[in-house]
């Protein structure tokens, strides 16, 4: 089959606006997790998320009439389109041909929660005709990647994954087999997610799956670490252009690395507990489509949530399928910088995975001060550890079972 390279990439997050800037953050140990400003939280269990500062959607290339039509969670990821084919170096603008060629699929776990949210309390207030007529089409998971296809001119082939915090995997796995089997030449592809409302927040407090460590926000998400509490919400978007090699190549593109292995699995247990052997199964598919072996893999990007069962299924997981080599495995969740950003967690923590690769460094998983010892893994602990990495797995796991696992490769 055809090879599927990384050619550009975007990214809004917690910890800044862009790609290079998140990362230089995320490199330096901060940290993007902050008291909730976006609603007033004074009545809620836990009051603290990572939060997207300052961010303008008119910078991205919407214009502020149509920006106010659609959800934040829409207005990130076309921000982060803007800047992954920027960066790619593509423009299909006027170009129907070339557009024809490319297409897009961009995910989310719950989509425009806040857009509904807010038209109900209009309804309720004022009644029905309060309801904006942009409402629908401003909220609807589909519509960051329709409106992206639109400004674009992206006419290939044009989707929404939706599985929960495995999307963003999701979506970048699906858009490289459709380029495989030859589809589309070219495909933008993540997720992106923006529930930092009064029900996202309370619905997953409710399930006292929150961090409650409202006084310590920037400790608050500690993957691995034996005191963690519970996940802190995130919001922002992570976009890969993921193309066809040859393709890439005759137009003197800029490559990041290979996405050489996609696996997926079921865990058929709980709807929101992980089970331990679908983590193993789609690493190992992953790994199989490689043409990988566990000893060749060297850098490992972490689901690594901060919750108790998680992190420790994910560890043994990992222990299971890598064996010895998993001593030498380094492993890293970027979540304790970023908080769980949802769907669109796999997006962002991707394009973290292919700048590991870019710069032969393995990024931090801060706030452990003591590793759990169930969660018998190599964690990179505290600062970034310059290393060679051949290769690396990004995993993402989400309720009702669903898993992610990438592969991706030096070139």
């Excluded at 199989?288 to 994910?314: C, F, M, R």
Aim: charged letters at 20%.
């Amino acid at each position: 089959m055809r090879r599927v390279v990384v050619t550009g990439l975007g990214m809004v997050s917690p910890l800044g606006l862009n790609v290079e800037s998140s990362w230089k953050a995320l490199l330096a140990g901060e940290c993007g997790i902050v008291p909730i400003t976006e609603f007033d939280a004074s009545e809620f269990g836990c009051r603290i998320a990572g939060e997207v500062k300052n961010f303008d959607p008119t910078a991205g290339g919407m214009q502020a009439k149509e920006a106010r039509r659609y959800d934040r969670y829409v207005q990130f990821a076309a921000s982060a389109a803007t800047e992954a084919l920027k960066d790619a170096g593509l423009d299909f603008t006027g170009n129907n041909e070339a557009g024809d060629r490319a297409g897009c699929i961009i995910g989310s776990g719950i989509g425009g929660l806040a857009t509904i949210c807010s038209n109900h309390k209009a309804m309720l207030e004022r009644g029905p005709r309060r309801i904006s007529p942009f409402m629908i089409p401003g909220c609807i998971i589909n519509m960051a990647a329709g409106l992206v296809s639109i400004m674009k001119n992206l006419r290939g082939p044009n989707l929404s994954t939706v599985t929960a915090c495995a999307t963003g995997l999701h979506a970048i796995g699906e858009a490289s087999w459709i380029i495989r089997r030859g589809d589309a030449d070219i495909m933008l592809a993540g997720g992106t997610e923006s529930t930092v409302c009064e029900v996202g927040i309370g619905g997953f407090d409710s399930m006292h799956a929150l961090s409650r460590r409202n006084d310590d926000p920037q400790h608050a998400s500690r993957p691995f670490d034996v005191d963690r509490d519970g996940f802190v919400m995130g919001e922002g978007a992570g976009l890969l252009v993921l193309e066809e090699y040859e393709h890439a190549v005759a137009r003197g593109a800029k490559i990041y690395c290979e996405r050489v292995g996609y696996g997926l699995s079921g865990g058929a247990y709980h709807i929101t507990t992980p089970s331990m052997d679908g983590p193993v199964r789609s690493m190992r598919m992953a790994l199989q489509h490689a043409g990988l072996k566990p000893e060749d893999i060297d850098y490992l990007n972490a689901h690594g949530t901060s919750t108790s069962v998680g992190d420790v299924n994910e560890s043994k997981a990992v222990r299971e399928l890598f064996g010895a080599h998993t001593d030498k495995l380094v492993v890293s969740s970027t979540k304790g910088a970023t908080g769980h950003l949802l769907g669109g967690a796999g997006g962002i923590e991707s394009v973290f995975t292919v700048l590991a690769i870019r710069d032969q460094v393995a990024p931090p998983t801060i706030n452990i001060v003591t590793q759990d010892p169930e969660c018998c893994i190599n964690v990179c602990k505290d600062k970034p550890q310059p290393m060679e990495i051949r290769a690396a797995v990004k995993n993402n796991f989400g309720f009702g079972g669903t898993n992610a696992s990438l592969v991706f490769k030096r070139i």
